[in-house]
């Protein structure tokens, strides 16, 4: 939370067609279905498998904030945003197109280093960056990603295939990302209030890092190939666990218990939660923005992933006339609700 | 100019989920290459050929005016920018994802309206619309597209393939959506200063719908295949002549000569920039937002588009040492620059 000591060259000096070349710098493609990519009217790909697309946009002041989000982790998080809905489909992802909209608040040096965190990703995920827009914004930062992916027909997951006794699996653990934008939020209101208060984040690593930077489960797709397990159905986990559970359920329209003590969620994030009055089952259920993959199995396939550190059984799907309900610790079943933070109540 | 008297009911009111069943409702995909449209973490597409790919922002303050735009032209417009990109590939456009960020300003009844020109556009250019995102913004109204074209591999034009000795040809005529800007920004100003002056727009519906609601031209891609022409190269005009011709140029590594007096400006154009005191080869040079094809062929094809009324030839390629040049109307030659409206440059 301190002022950035790097140069400020406005945008407006070099002009949109040397941001985009200097953007352009240095990328290069690497896939086969790349066959174009920035500096046409449009990128050209081409491949005989499957192709899935997906979109997203960032808004400053909805989805982040730049007090204590740094832009390099907020480039990263947008392209793995994106990433996760690919891998959520059981798909590669090949190529993103970025569009930013910028105010002049904006320097060339801030695009850098948005880029910096965006090159990073595509990287880390071995993804070609192929395209976007790049224009002024009156107010604020807006990034739009558009992320392709490719698979072969017959490994394509929908959200609207799983039956009646599939196993309700979640990959690593959940409502961390929550906390750790509680923790952010409370350290940029005590910076608020006096700059001179030095923030405290100690041993908070792991919840404000699920929050700024989070990762996209690319090494759980490898997983359930290597194990030879096609889910019947996955989604990935953007507003909450109870929200996806009830995607699935209703799109494949079927029933669904879940566990509440088979629910993973990792001990920082347990006790933060409580420190904040928040019962930690709650992060998990409605938290959101954990970027794990929620998926669904045949019961012969259980063995395969039991024990494994990185996956939990937390449920089963039964009859859709028996409704989607939460197996509480204390042994009572609710009826699981959707609490998903909807971005468009924010009331701004 | 006036203020809408729909019913105005929050998006708040109904939540993202059910505004995007709203949006989906009647949605029916018709191209076999559409294998899985809205309802997933993202859409599935196969087709054995090359895919183009691009994506536009249109940014509220930036890029549109609400007070003089109708929602409904605003989204047919956003679609057209992005299939313009399309046809400038020389490839049909097949699917289309569109992301909305609201603010509270913007009711259900604002949204519909938008997607009705959404829609009207996917149906007048048969597109499909595949899916998107829909959030809510801090400020104004954010919309990205992304559009997703198809053609064979021989057939997609490039603008790097220009050759000294082809012919420049532009469709259409040019200049005219700026002058369209220039009538409502003053009808505007007129109304701020006293709301119950009518507006006189009288006699200027070519170039204020040519602001408003532009086209993009897949009857020249048609009639290009028709005459059997390959252009070998091509780009849409969203800049400005210039700075187009300056993209071609640059990227072929050639040079040209523009003639001023056979770029095609439409007459009441021509004699509204004269009120404003422009000179009319100006809006055409510079004005942008023509969403007119620009390409060049080889001189052979040249006798199979001569007086045809939607193409001009305007110049020649010639070698990238003798420059970009405008041929005057009074004979002199004058370097071409690029004047396009930088976007960038809006010091907001």
Redesign the interface.
């Known amino acids: 939370m301190s002022e950035s000591k790097t140069p400020f060259t406005p945008?407006?000096t070099i002009?949109?067609?040397k941001?985009i070349d200097r953007i352009a710098e240095g990328i290069e493609c690497v896939h086969s279905s790349t066959?174009?990519g920035i500096?046409?009217?449009?990128?050209?790909?081409?491949t005989?498998?499957?192709?899935?697309?997906?979109?997203?946009?960032l808004?400053?002041?909805?989805?982040f904030d730049l007090m204590y989000t740094p832009l390099k982790h907020l480039g990263y998080k947008a392209v793995v945003v994106n990433l996760s809905?690919?891998f959520?489909?059981n798909?590669q992802p090949k190529?993103i197109?970025v569009?930013?909209?910028?105010?002049?608040r904006f320097s060339v040096e801030a695009v850098d280093e948005l880029y910096e965190g965006i090159k990073a990703a595509c990287k880390k995920y071995n993804v070609d960056l192929?395209?976007?827009?790049?224009?002024?914004?009156?107010?604020?930062l807006?990034i739009?990603i558009?992320?392709?992916?490719e698979a072969k027909?017959e490994k394509?997951v929908?959200?609207?295939s799983a039956k009646e006794g599939d196993l309700l699996v979640v990959s690593g653990d959940l409502g961390a990302a929550y906390i750790g934008l509680q923790l952010l939020e409370r350290e940029k209101q005590i910076f608020i209030e006096n700059p001179n208060v030095k923030t405290d984040l100690k041993g908070h690593d792991y919840t404000v890092g699920r929050q700024l930077k989070p990762e996209a489960r690319m090494d759980i797709i490898e997983l359930l190939e290597k194990f030879n397990i096609l889910p019947t159905s996955?989604?990935?986990i953007s507003d909450g666990l109870s929200s996806e559970i009830l995607h699935i359920c209703q799109?494949s329209n079927v029933g669904c218990v879940l566990h509440e003590e088979y629910v993973p969620i990792d001990p920082n994030t347990y006790n933060t939660a409580l420190t904040f009055n928040i019962d930690p089952i709650n992060c998990a259920l409605s938290g959101g923005e954990d970027y794990e993959l929620l998926f669904t199995i045949r019961p012969e396939d259980a063995s395969k992933i039991k024990n494994h550190p990185d996956l939990s059984i937390i449920g089963e799907i039964i009859d859709a006339n028996l409704g989607v309900k939460l197996h509480s610790k204390g042994d009572n079943y609710y009826d699981l609700i959707?609490m998903g933070w909807?971005?468009?109540?924010?009331?701004?």
Chains 1, 2 share one sequence.
């Open positions: 945008i407006s002009g949109e067609f941001l066959i174009k500096g046409d009217d449009a990128a050209v790909i081409h005989p498998l499957h192709q899935v697309i997906t979109t997203d946009l808004i400053e002041g909805i989805h809905d690919v959520a489909m798909a190529q197109l569009s930013l909209a910028l105010s002049n192929i395209g976007g827009d790049t224009t002024a914004s009156p107010k604020g807006t739009c558009t992320a392709i992916g027909k394509i929908y959200r609207n996955m989604i990935d799109q959707s909807d971005n468009l109540d924010a009331d701004k």
